[in-house]
C-alpha cells in the first residue's frame, strides 16, 4: 500500500511564505511525476505545480515566479515553496505522485489559508 503524507499547511498573511512537504511511503518501484494540486472554494481542482523524476517542472500560469517545486528522490520527497502568497492561494494543496509509472495517488490534503 503506498501512502502520501502532506504537511505544512497554515494560515499566512498576504506577502508570506510557506512551505509544503509531502512524503510517499510504501511498497513501490519508481516515482515518475509527482505534483501539487489544490481546490480553492467553490472551484475546480487545478494543477499547481509538477516534477518529474530528472528534475524537469512545471507550473501553472497564476504560481510561476512565486512557487518552486522540488523534489528529494533519496527521501521520497516533494515539496513546494510557495512565497509572496496572495489571498487567492487559499485552497486545500493536495499531493499527487504517479507510482510504477502507471498509477496516481493522492495525499490527504492540507489547508493554506492566505488573510489579514
Known amino acids: 500500500q503506498v501512502q502520501l503524507v502532506e504537511s505544512g499547511g497554515g494560515l499566512v498573511q498576504p506577502g508570506g511564505s510557506l512551505r509544503l512537504s509531502c512524503i510517499v511511503s510504501?511498497?513501490?518501484?519508481?516515482?515518475?511525476?509527482m505534483a501539487w494540486y489544490r481546490r480553492a472554494p467553490g472551484k475546480q481542482r487545478e494543477l499547481v505545480a509538477d516534477i518529474t523524476s530528472g528534475g524537469w517542472t512545471n507550473y501553472a500560469d497564476s504560481v510561476k515566479g512565486r512557487f518552486t517545486i522540488s523534489r528529494d528522490n533519496a527521501k521520497n520527497t516533494v515539496y513546494l515553496q510557495m512565497n509572496s502568497l496572495k489571498p487567492e492561494d487559499t485552497a486545500v494543496y493536495y499531493c499527487?505522485?504517479?507510482?510504477?509509472?502507471?498509477?496516481?495517488?493522492w495525499g490527504q490534503g492540507t489547508q493554506v489559508t492566505v488573510s489579514s
Open positions: 510504501g511498497s513501490f518501484v519508481s516515482i515518475s511525476v
Open positions: 499527487n505522485a504517479r507510482i510504477n509509472g502507471v498509477y496516481d495517488y
